[in-house]
């Protein structure tokens, strides 16, 4: 009878444990670290999609340099309308404002889009298959592909930076480019890194090339972060500002060509796939363990649950 009654204190400890766990199913999410998690892939199979840029209501403009088009879409996909014009071969697209700008590679112009219609932006440099444009304010900048330079207006003073070659400050086929924190943000491609200049052409960070990169053909630039797209290794490398590797997408991509953050999302444009990759910001999985009592999910150096102390053997990953 001792060694019973004794077992069964055992037992109602290890039951008000349970219980207790159990009773606690809410999941503090205060600190979970975050992290970009893969949604859904929509198919764009009759479409060549080089980049991407929002439109108003929620909608997107893609670049179509195979049909030498643009095409508006919806969240889920739908094709809402086809613009073509003087198109040929757009490439990387801007908005500015209710302006979508586009960087005309066929045809070595550059054209602003706006109510149906498609007009030239004067340039006194000639281009020689612009790929990437952007502006900001009265300022705008370009990717000149095959002329090796980044070409940067603003008003009526027009200048010229970069020539080819892989030192710091060189580019080699340059194909896209932002303007972020009164700074200019290159996709060098075929040097496989972002090169960051300030705008009067003076080089300040080199990112990415720690990663090996194979054709870093987009760059996309917030507040906090910076995105590139290895094209060749079909993945997204996501980046702070200072140039520290925070997360690496290779998953549910095909050759990505452009990446864009709107409404808390992360799209992707894939040109081999020929589908947009959507990812969303919420709590990180990967390299994380869940404890079953759904207690804070420790990182993977921790052997036990730091709240209810269960070993992380029985934890699923």
Same mark, same amino acid.
């Given at each position: 009878?001792?060694?019973?009654?004794?077992?069964?204190?055992?037992?109602?400890?290890?039951?008000?444990?349970?219980?207790?766990?159990?009773?606690?199913?809410?999941?503090?999410?205060?600190?979970?670290?975050?992290?970009?998690?893969?949604?859904?892939?929509?198919?764009?199979?009759?479409?060549?999609?080089?980049?991407?840029?929002?439109?108003?209501?929620?909608?997107?403009?893609?670049?179509?340099?195979?049909?030498?088009?643009?095409?508006?879409?919806?969240?889920?996909?739908?094709?809402?309308?086809?613009?073509?014009?003087?198109?040929?071969?757009?490439?990387?697209?801007?908005?500015?404002?209710?302006?979508?700008?586009?960087?005309?590679?066929?045809?070595?112009?550059?054209?602003?889009?706006?109510?149906?219609?498609?007009?030239?932006?004067?340039?006194?440099?000639?281009?020689?298959?612009?790929?990437?444009?952007?502006?900001?304010?009265?300022?705008?900048?370009?990717?000149?592909?095959?002329?090796?330079?980044?070409?940067?207006?603003?008003?009526?003073?027009?200048?010229?930076?970069?020539?080819?070659? /892989?030192?710091? =400050?060189?580019?080699?086929?340059?194909? $896209?480019?932002?303007? !972020?924190?009164?700074?200019? +943000? @290159?996709?060098?491609?075929?040097?496989?890194?972002?090169?960051?200049?300030?705008?009067?052409?003076?080089?300040?960070?080199?990112?990415?090339?720690?990663?090996?990169?194979?054709?870093?053909?987009?760059?996309?630039?917030?507040?906090?972060?910076?995105?590139?797209?290895?094209?060749?290794?079909?993945?997204?490398?996501?980046?702070?500002?200072?140039?520290?590797?925070?997360?690496?997408?290779?998953?549910?991509?095909?050759?990505?060509?452009?990446?864009?953050?709107?409404?808390?999302?992360?799209?992707?444009? /894939?040109?081999? =796939?020929?589908?947009?990759?959507?990812? $969303?910001?919420?709590? !990180?999985?990967?390299?994380? +363990? @869940?404890?079953?009592?759904?207690?804070?999910?420790?990182?993977?150096?921790?052997?036990?649950?730091?709240?209810?102390?269960?070993?992380?053997?029985?934890?699923?990953?």
């Amino acid at each position: 009878m001792k060694y019973t009654i004794h077992s069964l204190l055992v037992l109602c400890s290890v039951f008000i444990v349970f219980v207790s766990c159990k009773n606690n199913t809410k999941t503090d999410t205060t600190n979970m670290p975050k992290e970009w998690n893969f949604v859904k892939n929509i198919p764009l199979d009759s479409f060549g999609i080089i980049s991407i840029a929002q439109a108003e209501n929620a909608h997107f403009w893609l670049s179509d340099a195979d049909n030498n088009q643009l095409v508006l879409i919806d969240k889920e996909g739908k094709v809402l309308d086809t613009k073509i014009d003087d198109f040929d071969r757009p490439m990387h697209i801007s908005k500015n404002g209710n302006a979508l700008l586009i960087a005309n590679y066929g045809s070595d112009n550059l054209l602003s889009f706006q109510n149906g219609k498609a007009e030239k932006i004067n340039f006194s440099e000639k281009f020689d298959a612009p790929s990437g444009i952007d502006q900001n304010g009265d300022k705008i900048v370009v990717a000149d592909f095959y002329n090796h330079r980044i070409v940067y207006k603003q008003r009526d003073k027009t200048t010229a930076f970069g020539k080819k070659g /892989n030192a710091t =400050g060189e580019l080699t086929y340059p194909t $896209d480019v932002q303007f !972020a924190n009164e700074k200019i +943000y @290159v996709a060098d491609a075929y040097n496989h890194r972002i090169q960051v200049f300030d705008l009067a052409g003076k080089h300040l960070q080199t990112i990415g090339e720690a990663e090996k990169m194979n054709a870093t053909t987009g760059v996309f630039v917030n507040d906090k972060n910076v995105f590139a797209t290895d094209f060749e290794n079909s993945r997204i490398l996501i980046y702070d500002l200072e140039g520290k590797l925070i997360q690496e997408i290779k998953e549910h991509l095909d050759k990505p060509t452009d990446v864009l953050v709107a409404d808390n999302q992360l799209f992707i444009t /894939n040109y081999h =796939g020929r589908f947009l990759s959507i990812f $969303d910001y919420s709590i !990180a999985t990967a390299g994380y +363990y @869940v404890c079953p009592m759904n207690c804070f999910p420790p990182d993977k150096k921790d052997e036990k649950c730091p709240k209810c102390g269960m070993d992380k053997k029985a934890f699923k990953q």
